[in-house]
């Protein structure tokens, strides 16, 4: 915002001294394209930082998604080897049992 008004000012200031040399048309004419060009890098400024902005929340977003599914794959594959490790003590105890 401090770039925009310094920029506004100084372009004003500009056209001021341009203004003494010219047609009241010439300088309205200079004045509309000033105004649209200063609006025009304003809506680029602006969109560029919302673009940057969406850029690090989807990155951040696309790691937590990531470790989650991590996280649960972890969890998936120690419950299938708990699981299996009660198969193998229950055949190991049922085979001690059936041996006596």
């Not at 003494?20 to 060009?37: L, R």
């Not at 708990?82 to 049922?94: D, F, L, S, V």
């Given at each position: 915002?401090?770039?925009?008004?310094?920029?506004?000012?100084?372009?004003?200031?500009?056209?001021?001294?341009?203004?003494?040399?010219?047609?009241?048309?010439?300088?309205?004419?200079?004045?509309?394209?000033?105004?649209?060009?200063?609006?025009?890098e304003n809506l680029e400024a602006t969109t560029s930082n919302a673009g940057e902005a969406i850029e690090a929340n989807a990155e951040n977003a696309s790691s937590e998604v990531k470790a989650a599914g991590e996280n649960q794959a972890e969890a998936i594959k120690n419950e299938g080897?708990?699981?299996?490790?009660?198969?193998?003590?229950?055949?190991?105890?049922?085979?001690?049992n059936n041996s006596h």
């Open positions: 915002m401090k770039k925009t008004t310094t920029a506004l000012a100084i372009a004003f200031g500009v056209l001021a001294l341009a203004a003494c040399k010219k047609s009241p048309n010439e300088q309205a004419a200079e004045n509309v394209e000033s105004n649209y060009s200063n609006a025009a080897k708990e699981k299996a490790n009660a198969i193998r003590n229950g055949a190991t105890t049922a085979t001690t």
